[in-house]
């Protein structure tokens, strides 16, 4: 069997063992219903209702303030729609950025076009960072709901969101909006600070799948007072706003994977900036006629996002995971699409650029040899393919 380098921990991460572990007993025997008058029911709510505390005890929150769902993209849906929809009363306006993810973009999109709410999108700047100022000076008397991700999702560059919320709470008590903070914390948790207090946030998204938890779990922070409608009825789990039975694996392995996250940040983050760095310089050093993708510094410690001119992303991808290495195009809920990056086209490039952009991202296991590895192989693949491409995007793209 050949090397096998995984490279794209932004779309899906291992689950950890110890968080497996965790989860074992409620994938087996322990099959209660949360709901059910009985023993075993007891004790799986008891497992959801510890997994809340533990979860909540990370964001600074209390555990009525957290809600289960399926994952990040519900939890966005969540929190636009159903945020929105209940309290229309205060303003039908949105703002967003325009390199949201599209659980986001898609639901403010639908909102605008289906249900009578108008937008303002807030473009990046070439770096990938949004403006504080130009979120804030976006905000109306009628703004509802402001969504700004934590960390981009294809870029991972980190946003002032921590900034934008101090600000928007000081214009809610200055009477000149009611408008509510969202952000997307998805990339990054395991990776930053998740204090809802001091990003002063009303509503926050994570993702078990994203930090070695598992998949189809995810959670949404819901400020205590905040109405929300309902995108789903039948029951009256979690608090009847996301009724369904309760994921009692899922919610045990999401409090045991971002607990496990959370702990080892700050020594994770330092063993992969070098890794990270190390991989962005030597492709830019090898690979002529290459641009990294957002901020040098200001972006997650395991990002590197960088645009191959005159190459097809999706074709170098192939060739990459003939080789053994796996790494991504952009969003995993949009690579199947074929589509140019809306994140690489926000930054002002031009779709040549967008269409030859990779998405690297570094986890636990990434080592030096699969950064050497990585740095060996990949050059002479895009060397092979631009010499049978017929695009040549002028070099002034990519200063």
């Given amino acids: 069997m050949g090397r096998h380098v995984y490279l794209d921990h932004a779309a899906a991460t291992p689950l950890a063992p110890e968080v497996l572990e965790a989860m074992r007993p409620f994938l087996g025997a322990d099959c209660g219903n949360p709901s059910s008058f009985h023993g075993d ?128 709470q000081k214009m809610r008590e200055a009477g000149k909006t009611k408008a509510v903070l969202h952000t997307d914390a998805c990339q990054g948790a395991g990776a930053m600070e998740l204090d809802v207090e001091k990003l002063h946030a009303g509503l926050l998204t994570i993702n078990g799948g994203k930090i070695y938890g598992p998949k189809g779990i995810g959670a949404l922070y819901v400020k205590r007072g905040l109405k929300l409608q309902p995108l789903q009825f039948g029951g009256t789990q979690e608090r009847g706003i996301r009724p369904g039975t309760e994921n009692v694996p899922g919610a ?22 070098p890794l990270r760095d190390r991989l962005v310089k030597g492709l830019l050093a090898r690979v002529p006629k290459t641009r990294l993708n957002g901020h040098a510094t200001r972006r997650l410690p395991n990002n590197a996002n960088l645009s191959f001119l005159d190459v097809e992303g999706e074709a170098l991808l192939l060739y990459l995971d003939a080789a053994g290495i796996e790494a991504s195009t952009g969003s995993a809920c949009t690579s199947a699409a074929l589509e140019p990056s809306h994140v690489i086209l926000s930054l002002g490039l031009p779709y040549e650029v967008a269409h030859g952009s990779l998405r690297f991202s570094l986890g636990r296991a990434t080592t030096d040899h699969d950064v050497d590895y990585a740095l060996d192989i990949l050059p002479p693949l895009v060397e092979k393919l631009r010499s049978i491409s017929p695009v040549r995007v002028d070099e002034k793209y990519y200063a």
């Avoid at 909102?111 to 100022?133: H, I, N």
């Fill in 41 to 168: 029911g007891k004790a799986a709510k008891d497992a959801v209702d510890a997994a809340c505390s533990r979860i909540a005890k990370r964001l600074q929150a209390r555990p009525d303030e957290i809600l289960f769902t399926s994952g990040g993209t519900e939890s966005d849906n969540l929190a636009v729609l159903g945020y929105a929809r209940a309290n229309k009363e205060k303003g039908m306006h949105l703002v967003t950025t325009a390199f949201e993810h599209p659980a986001v973009l898609e639901s403010v999109g639908h909102l605008v076009r289906k249900e009578g709410f108008t937008q303002t999108v807030v473009s990046p700047d070439r770096d990938g960072l949004v403006k504080a100022e130009d979120v804030l000076a976006a905000v109306r008397p009628d703004t509802v709901l402001v969504s700004v991700m934590l960390a981009n999702n294809e870029i991972g560059t980190i946003q002032p969101v921590a900034d934008i919320g101090r600000e928007l």
């Fill in 252 to 273: 045990v392995g999401l409090a045991e994977a971002l607990d496990r996250a959370q702990d080892g940040m700050e020594e994770e983050n330092a063993r992969l900036i």
